[in-house]
């Protein structure tokens, strides 16, 4: 069956690729039948966390107190660096709604919320078209599919605010609230949207669950391997010959990564400075590292830094990585919601010592005092945007402390007056 260039994100070009293949089937199935195939894949979540999808999706399935359950789609895409969750929703739709229906199944829920990034007019207007049809085929909302399972799928549309990317703020935001996180415990498997339970759940984390059960949890669990199993969407970014979005088995070499499917760094390999390979809140490797890490949540945490939501981001020589690096903070400092004090005063302090260290306006010993105070953020708020600041910071001073060191030594050698100014300090 081939289908014409105007109909590839139809429900006629979904249906080409294989989409909505026996859904029915699967959803007859039950919730035991989907869980134990998704466990069985080993799918961990795609967002960042890693956490199994298998077990954070049975938490949903307690005995029923009477109140609805909910499933919320995270496809608040605001990490600097990631674009994946935007490609399924721009050109494969029906995708994420099918994965919606089957997801929800598997936790007993009857409604979903794909709440998407506010700045994502196009990816919100092809979803909802790709909702409209399922609805008119009877492919979701009253007996979806023929199963006899009531199911409906909603779009809310955020604001711009990253923090809203974090699952309980999401919440909030879904509510009508200001989108700051809130404290955890109760988790939202217990109160979450609408004071119901409910499982936040990644883009594509949830596209990929109708894959798993059409051909079963152990083919996906083929790929990659022990604790790192399964296909992976990589952005690669910067200073590449081709950057892409491509979907990967886990656990492939970053360097065959970046070559394969990147045509390599700009100016070859040996040009290479380092990687941010997990989005902007991982840290960063330089090539020694990168020149046999593996793409995968276990080996780049080994390696120091995490897979994240796996967008690699490129720096050849000709980066100034103390720049880089400080104008990641400032994009943390301006997204921080201000509810911690660790975060609204620290990552504050964080990005003004940056800006400092890229002049080269510092003293050596203001590196060690960075590095202290990225660690007093870190694991003292309530979300993890502290983390994912603190976490560039440390990357930094970890692997191009010369570097730091250097500019300091340059900018001091100019301004002999301003060297004696820190030291009285």
């Not at 994912?388 to 001091?412: D, N, T």
């Amino acid at each position: 069956m081939i289908c014409e260039n105007n109909t590839y994100i139809s429900l006629k070009g979904a249906l080409c690729r294989g989409d909505w293949y026996k859904t029915k089937e699967i959803l007859l199935k039950g919730t035991d039948w989907i869980l134990n195939e998704v466990k069985v894949s080993g799918l961990r979540g795609r967002g960042g966390a890693g956490f199994p999808t298998g077990m954070k999706w049975g938490f949903m399935n307690k005995p029923s107190d009477g109140r609805p359950k909910y499933l919320v789609v995270n496809a608040d895409e605001g990490e600097p660096g990631t674009c994946k969750d935007r490609e399924i929703m721009r050109h494969d739709p029906h995708k994420l709604v099918e994965g919606c229906l089957v997801a929800g199944r598997a936790m007993g829920a009857h409604a979903a919320y794909i709440y998407i990034r506010g700045e994502f007019y196009n990816e919100s207007s092809n979803t909802q078209v790709a909702i409209n049809e399922a609805y008119a085929a009877g492919l979701i909302g009253k007996n979806a599919c023929g199963s006899g399972y009531d199911f409906d799928v909603f779009v809310m549309r955020g604001a711009g605010a990253y923090i809203c990317g974090e699952e309980t703020a999401l919440i909030e935001s879904l509510e009508g609230k200001q989108g700051k996180p809130r404290l955890k415990p109760p988790f939202p498997a217990d109160i979450g949207v609408f004071g119901c339970p409910t499982t936040v759940a990644n883009v594509e984390t949830v596209a990929v669950a109708p894959a798993i059960c059409r051909r079963g949890g152990a083919w996906f669990a083929g790929f990659g391997r022990e604790r790192n199993a399964g296909t992976k969407l990589f952005n690669i970014s910067g200073h590449v010959n081709t950057p892409c979005t491509v979907e990967e088995e886990m656990s492939i070499p970053l360097r065959e990564l970046i070559d394969r499917h990147a045509g390599g760094v700009r100016g070859g390999w040996d040009n290479l400075l380092g990687v941010i390979p997990g989005g902007s809140s991982t840290p960063i490797i330089p090539r020694s590292v990168c020149d046999d890490v593996m793409m995968d949540f276990d080996d780049l945490v080994r390696a120091e830094s995490a897979l994240g939501t796996a967008a690699v981001i490129v720096m050849d020589k000709s980066t100034d990585v103390i720049r880089a690096i400080a104008r990641l903070v400032e994009f943390y400092k301006h997204e921080s919601c201000g509810q911690c004090t660790p975060c609204r005063e620290g990552v504050d302090w964080m990005d003004k010592m940056m800006w400092r260290f890229v002049r080269g306006d510092a003293a050596n010993s203001e590196i060690d005092m960075i590095w202290e105070l990225s660690k007093q953020i870190e694991g003292h708020t309530i979300c993890a945007l502290g983390d994912g600041a603190a976490w560039p910071v440390q990357g930094l001073v970890r692997h191009f402390r010369p570097v730091m060191e250097s500019r300091i030594s340059e900018y001091h050698k100019k301004n002999p007056a301003r060297e004696a100014d820190i030291e009285m300090i």
